[in-house]
T-cell receptor, first 113, second 114 residues
Framework: GESVGLHLPTLSVQEGDNSIINCAYS??????FIWYKQESGKGPQFIIDIRSNMDKRQGQRVTVLLNKTVKHLSLQIAATQPGDSAVYFC????????????FGAGTRLFVKA | NAGVTQTPKFQVLKTGQSMTLQCAQDMNHNSMYWYRQDPGMGLRLIYYSASEGTTDKGEVPNGYNVSRLNKREFSLRLESAAPSQTSVYFCASRSGTGGRNTIYFGEGSWLTVV
């Protein structure tokens, strides 16, 4: 079935360290994968996306890695800052004529000062 | 440019009451979505609309109806609210053109059914 899940529900890191948030997905037909950040009381915000024909994409302080062989997605945050504390969701987009987006359960990132 | 605007922000309903959550986007996006988010959980797709005039069920459509009134507006209706529908509801929209896949979310509507 369609499902996107995360390996770790919570992650605690020291300020300045790198963070790695993992995600497993089950639908090999997905066309895109997106990482979202959600701060308390707000809607999710786009961080970075990656097409299914790519294995790596870099943004500002973030890198997304896609391993289609094991259906695994990760988000790496460099030099984690207190403002990075939030819940992070991975999502897969199925191009079924509407680009239905299925979200995983989320990982809460705590950044210790 | 307000992005995605949804109302109301907060609502308390009694079991069996009906209500409609309103959503509007000013980005000329084709696709619109309604999600619910329960405490400590991810977002689950209720309904989506790929384009004006079309709607499709998502993962958890039971107990809900939607209307894509025009390109800007996509409403979610609870005909007979149940306590299990207590949740935070997010409306979202997506361009659907030019390879852009970013979904833009509203600020959420907190619904409590007692």
């Amino acid at each position: 079935g369609e499902s996107v899940g995360l390996h770790l529900p919570t992650l605690s890191v020291q300020e300045g360290d790198n963070s790695i948030i993992n995600c497993a997905y089950s639908n090999s037909a997905s066309d895109y994968f997106i990482w979202y950040k959600q701060e308390s009381g707000k809607g999710p915000q786009f961080i970075i996306d990656i097409r299914s024909n790519m294995d790596k994409r870099q943004g500002q302080r973030v890198t997304v890695l896609l391993n289609k062989t094991v259906k695994h997605l990760s988000l790496q945050i460099a030099a984690t800052q207190p403002g990075d504390s939030a819940v992070y969701f991975c999502a897969e987009i199925l191009d079924t004529g509407g680009f239905k987006t299925i979200f995983g359960a989320g990982t809460r990132l705590f950044v210790k000062a | 440019n307000a992005g995605v605007t949804q109302t109301p922000k907060f609502q308390v309903l009694k079991t069996g009451q009906s209500m409609t959550l309103q959503c509007a986007q000013d980005m000329n996006h084709n696709s619109m979505y309604w999600y619910r988010q329960d405490p400590g959980m991810g977002l689950r797709l209720i309904y989506y609309s790929a384009s004006e005039g079309t709607t499709d069920k998502g993962e958890v459509p039971n107990g809900y109806n939607v209307s894509r009134l025009n390109k800007r507006e996509f409403s979610l209706r609870l005909e007979s609210a149940a306590p299990s529908q207590t949740s935070v509801y997010f409306c979202a929209s997506r361009s659907g053109t030019g390879g852009r896949n970013t979904i833009y979310f509203g600020e959420g509507s907190w619904l409590t059914v007692v």
